[in-house]
């Protein structure tokens, strides 16, 4: 399939780019079309080092000679457009380039991936791309083994989450918890002690609780605003606390996390 210079932006070649801007509609589209979309090539390498496989790539004219260099042009097809039409396509400034529409891969049960893990984060209807990514570039660098993420959780492989994640959604192992009861069961099922992280009367200091670790620990982190619900902290073994100062109650979830898993790590 050679590389393919395109110059309409009605284009339905074009068709997976289209309105990206859009949250909430790609939100539906890409899990259910089975795609997610990588943008910049370095985070589009990191994808396919992990195994992921592109459907396509949209690559502006300068960034060819980058793209064609990671991405094997016999068996993808290469989109080239001008930055204009990009920008026309997308609904946005396409500052790094390069985009590619992606196939997601199949989600893994919850007890494969945590089977080995001593400390697992648990991610509870965060909504914000930001944070998503934010948390998972803490696990990857601070030493977590694995993110689980709730039925309502904003999707890691959204492409502001790949991005703000710099590409470690694809090193991390991550899957998504079952509704209800049944996540607070999938995690004491795989012999997980929760550790929900919360402002809450009588819970333990982070530090304390560092101090006599459980040998295998869930993170649990609640959604922005309200925090974990009382469902999650009813189904927690333990509350624990980040202690404050200077007149601060708490901190950002992706900033709580990277202080919590620095603390719990081995």
């Not at 509609?25 to 089975?34: A, M, S």
């Not at 002690?193 to 006599?212: N, Q």
Request: glycine share 6%; hydrophobic share 50%; aromatic share 4%.
């Amino acid at each position: 399939m050679p590389i393919i210079p395109v110059d309409d932006p009605r284009d339905p070649r074009l068709s997976d780019y289209r309105d990206l801007t859009d949250v909430a509609l790609r939100r539906v589209i890409e899990p259910q079309g089975g795609l997610y979309i990588a943008e910049s090539a370095k985070v589009l390498a990191r994808a396919l080092r992990a195994g992921h496989r592109p459907r396509s790539v949209l690559v502006q004219e300068k960034w060819v000679a980058e793209t064609v260099d990671i991405v094997d042009t016999d068996a993808v097809d290469v989109f080239v457009v001008p930055a204009a039409l990009a920008e026309d396509v997308t609904g946005y400034a396409v500052h790094r380039g390069v985009l590619a529409a992606m196939h997601r891969p199949p989600e893994r049960p919850v007890a494969e991936v945590v089977r080995d893990a001593r400390l697992v984060v648990v991610l509870e209807d965060i909504v914000d791309h930001t944070n998503v990514g934010a948390v998972f570039r803490s696990v990857a660098a601070l030493g977590a083994d694995a993110v689980l993420v709730s039925a309502r959780c904003a999707d890691p492989l959204y492409r502001r989450s790949v991005r703000v994640s710099m590409g470690t959604v694809f090193q991390v192992p991550w899957t998504r918890l079952p509704e209800g009861p049944a996540a607070t069961a999938a995690l004491h099922d795989a012999g997980l002690h929760i550790a929900a992280l919360a402002l809450s009367d009588g819970a333990v200091a982070l530090d304390a609780f560092a101090a006599d670790r459980p040998e295998r620990i869930a993170l649990m982190l609640g959604a922005e605003g309200d925090g974990l619900s009382r469902r999650a902290l009813a189904g927690a073994d333990t509350v624990v606390t980040i202690p404050m100062g200077g007149g601060v109650d708490s901190l950002n979830v992706a900033a709580a996390s990277a202080v919590a898993i620095w603390a719990l790590r081995r």
